[in-house]
């Protein structure tokens, strides 16, 4: 499955990064004996990082989280890929919203000072996905950020194709002459209807061309990641691999450096998996290539595709009604996944659990529940990762659900909820297939500002937008328009406001949330330790207007350092205890001062400069004298 690669690349980079040969991935590849010692360090504290699939988090390792969020050990949630939430709709890997349920009730059983900040990651979020993750994961305080540009390096090509034998004669085509390795999407792995991965695959070997791998969607996790590594070149030369064949999950959110071309033999189903794809290539930053070749019945296909995801209101009120009579506890309600229609002829089966489990989704995304999912404590830590999946699926007989509308035991009411949050979702989900077939069926503007224009995000503040870039496309082709790349990375743009508070012994040496911290001269020495102490007592950001010395070393009290700002007037909305140096002209007066308005609105600004720096608001005094009460180094370094 796609998240083991991903694990075992988020290990790799953090191996890197922190000297640590730690195991941080929780996957199938581990073995029983490290699965275990993993676990064990999670449930006593000493495992400061672990990364994993959202099965394994909701069965193996939810007790041992839990534990860790109940004594207030757990500081951090990240989602990767987060738009899968939203995307697939109620149709795949239910645990990603399961993951719901269990972030519930590690907030819930935190201290209330100590509760786990949940961060959601995506490079491809609308406004349809932002609500989902709003809905499913609320929280007190929410600040979002947004950096959103186009990948500049595939050139974007299309071919309508009229039939399979010329979509064939012409994927033989590019193979001979697009630059390698190449990644070919199929939507199916078997199909009759359309391309699958065996009828490319066959395509390409009896063109002569052997090293081709293919990867199915029943492919293990080992298959996927010598595929990846075959890609990379990362193994012996005889496992080198030119192009890979496969469904939609390959490569998702892995970092493969050097593939320059992605080739679709299929229409996506929607705009986010097209461009999630397209975006495999190039990732080292050189330039790729990006080709379409579809058939009128490929997109039959995606729109059928997009229709599946949604389960009606009719049938979901029938299994509804056969899961609602369970017991009452406190506020949740016990509902019976075995639970079946009269249409139903086997309880038990895989589907019939499938299709209950699927509609509990469907009513938590439309804020007419919110599922409480149990953990299962017999499962056993050596579990490989296909068993957790199965068991995952399996052996969910039973869950709790909290019931947040009070008419759900009304027949109209209930199909009139739901029918509305399903239109919603198909109007998202036909928006964004029509999305994707209108890039292909040409459109009269950049493909990159078509997707600026669809990514855009819209907040109470405005609307969050991105910076195009494009490598080439139809339109910019015919316009004779050259490439269009940022010489500046995409300016941050914020809504919401996450705020901290400092800490006692901050607040006692500030005034109106103002400190002023002053060395004689040049004194780097003094300036480490100010910085070294700042952070000790709870000063979570750094800004400074170019390359600054001293820097503390590992810590795990800094958020951020903000160690280049050359735009103080975009983006900088701080409210959280920050320490902010300025020396000489950096920045300019101007700068500085336009600076310093924006963090006084923050709980503490705490300014590093020297003895004699004059004010940026006023020339004529100094600005120890006016910024708050203004400490010597020693001093300040007595009282802290």
């Known amino acids: 499955m796609p998240t083991v690669a991903l694990a075992l690349d988020l290990e790799r980079r953090v191996r890197e990064l922190t000297h640590e040969p730690t195991a941080f991935a929780y996957h199938a590849g581990l073995a029983s004996e490290a699965k275990a010692e993993l676990v064990r360090r999670v449930r006593e504290g000493a495992q400061w990082l672990v990364i994993t699939s959202p099965e394994a988090a909701c069965t193996v390792l939810a007790g041992p989280l839990e534990t860790s969020a109940a004594e207030g050990r757990l500081d951090l949630l990240a989602i990767d890929e987060a ?60 600040l979002l950020i947004s950096a959103q540009a186009t990948r500049p390096e595939p050139a974007w090509w299309v071919s309508h194709c009229q039939s399979e034998e010329d979509k064939r004669l012409r994927f033989l085509e590019l193979c001979r002459h697009l630059p390698r390795p190449l990644i070919v999407y199929t939507t199916l792995h078997t199909s009759a209807r359309s391309t699958n991965t065996d009828t490319a695959f066959n395509w390409a070997r009896s063109a002569g061309l052997r090293a081709v791998r293919k990867i199915a969607g029943n492919a293990t996790a080992e298959q996927r990641r010598e595929a990846a590594r075959g890609l990379a070149l990362g193994g012996d030369e005889d496992q080198d691999v030119d192009i890979v064949i496969a469904t939609s999950a390959f490569g998702l959110g892995v970092d493969i450096p050097g593939v320059r071309g992605v080739v679709h033999l299929c229409v996506p189903e929607s705009v986010d998996r097209l461009y999630q794809e397209v975006g495999r290539s190039g990732r080292d930053g ?96 050596d579990a ?41 979702s198909r109007s998202s989900s036909a928006a964004s297939s029509e999305s994707a077939m209108a890039i292909l069926n040409g459109l009269d503007k950049c493909v990159n ?56 012994s901050l607040s006692t040496l500030a005034e109106a949330g103002r400190l002023c911290v002053w060395v004689d001269g040049t004194d780097p ?89 004059p004010s940026p608001f006023d020339h004529r005094v100094l600005l120890r004298e006016s910024w708050g009460p203004a400490y010597r180094a020693d001093q300040v370094l007595r009282r802290l």
């Open 449 to 504: 500002r078509f997707l600026v224009d669809h990514y855009g995000l819209t907040t109470e503040s405005g609307r969050l937008t991105a910076v195009r870039q494009c490598g080439g496309c139809p339109a910019c082709r015919a316009a004779y328009e050259p490439p269009a790349v940022s010489t500046y990375p995409a300016v941050p743009l914020w809504d919401g406001v996450l705020s901290v508070d400092p800490q006692a």
């Open 384 to 424: 490989p990762e296909d068993e957790v999946q199965e068991i995952f699926a399996a052996h969910r007989e039973s869950t709790a659900v909290r019931i947040l509308q009070s008419d759900l035991g009304y027949e109209d009411r209930f199909r009139q909820r739901f029918r509305e949050a399903q239109s919603r």
């Open 83 to 142: 738009h899968i939430v939203a995307e697939w709709g109620d149709d795949f890997r239910p645990a990603f919203q399961s993951l719901a349920g269990l972030r519930r009730r590690m907030l819930d059983g935190a201290p209330d000072n100590r509760r786990p900040v949940t961060v959601m990651l995506t490079a491809t979020l609308d406004d349809y996905g932002l609500e989902t993750l709003r809905r499913l994961f609320p929280g007190d305080r929410e």
């Open 525 to 613: 020495d003094a300036e480490a330790e100010v910085v070294k102490r700042f952070i000790a007592h709870g000063v979570t950001a750094l800004v400074s207007p170019q390359q600054w010395s001293p820097v503390p070393g590992k810590t795990d009290r800094l958020w951020w350092e903000d160690r280049v700002v050359d735009k103080f007037g975009h983006g900088v909305d701080l409210r959280v205890p920050t320490l902010v140096r300025i020396q000489g002209d950096d920045p300019p007066p101007a700068e500085a001062a336009l600076l310093l308005s924006k963090l006084s609105h923050g709980p503490l600004t705490v300014v590093l400069t020297t003895e004699d720096q």
């Open 286 to 381: 050189k330039a790729s290539a990006s080709v379409v070749l579809w058939t009128d019945v490929d997109a039959e296909v995606a729109r059928d595709l997009a229709d599946a995801k949604l389960i009606g209101d009719r049938k979901a009120w029938k299994r509804w009604r056969s899961m609602s009579f369970g017991r009452r506890d406190g506020g949740l309600v016990q509902v019976d996944l075995t639970a079946a229609t009269d249409d139903v002829t086997f309880p038990w089966s895989g589907m019939n659990r499938y299709w209950n489990l699927h509609t509990l989704n469907a009513m938590d995304r439309a804020g007419m529940i919110e599922v409480d999912w149990p953990v299962r404590p017999d499962v056993p830590v």
